[in-house]
């Protein structure tokens, strides 16, 4: 995991490069995608949205609630219309759920109208940091978290590295130097205005 590791994905060549580039970050739960995500975002002088939030928002409930009363489809349902609009605009870091990747159109939407970096980290990290939080409906009722872990890891993987065009270990550097080594990538690369 060593990183960073430069990546086209499976759609193909990089996205269009304008002068306001979006940034998004994908990876399993815990990795720390809304902590860099906000960091990266003061950092390059950009807006920064969690799209867990925006529906939490919109929902006027929690994402807990939506998938006890909705379902996971209809929780995606909503990510699908909230990642899409936010994907729209210019000039934003956006941290995505761990499970954006699912949906075909999410996963066309990031890789196109960005730069997609997937943050990896060991599951053994990210099995500390979930043991006492109940509000991740994935987590609610694994009777082996490692084993969910594990299987979210198989399934998402391989989606959240077809989209990437960089890969990063969350851990490093913690979060203020993983920040600024993502933005100083970004501009060694000319991808975001230096």
Not at 24 to 42: C, D, E
Not at 168 to 189: S, T
Request: charge should be positive; charged fraction near 30%.
């Amino acid at each position: 995991m060593a990183g960073p590791r430069k990546l086209n994905g499976a759609y193909g060549a990089p996205f269009f490069m304008n002068k306001q580039p979006n940034i998004y970050l994908v990876g399993l739960m815990a990795v720390g995608k809304t902590t860099i995500g906000r960091l990266l975002a003061a950092q390059l002088g950009m807006r920064f949205y969690d799209s867990d939030r925006v529906i939490e928002e919109r929902a006027g409930a929690d994402i807990s609630w939506i998938f006890d009363v909705e379902g996971e489809d209809g929780f995606r349902s909503r990510e699908v219309q909230v990642i899409d609009e936010l994907t729209k605009g210019s000039g934003i870091v956006l941290a995505t759920g761990g499970g954006a990747v699912l949906r075909e159109e999410n996963r066309r939407h990031l890789h196109e109208r960005g730069i997609v970096i997937y943050l990896k980290s060991p599951l053994k990290k990210l099995v500390e940091r979930t043991r006492r939080d109940k509000r991740r409906p994935l987590l609610r009722n694994a009777a082996d978290p490692m084993a969910k872990f594990n299987d979210l890891l198989e399934q998402r993987g391989p989606l959240y590295e077809g989209i990437a065009h960089y890969q990063f270990c969350a851990d490093a550097d913690g979060p203020q130097g993983l920040a600024r080594r993502i933005a100083r990538q970004l501009r060694e690369d000319e991808r975001i205005p230096t």
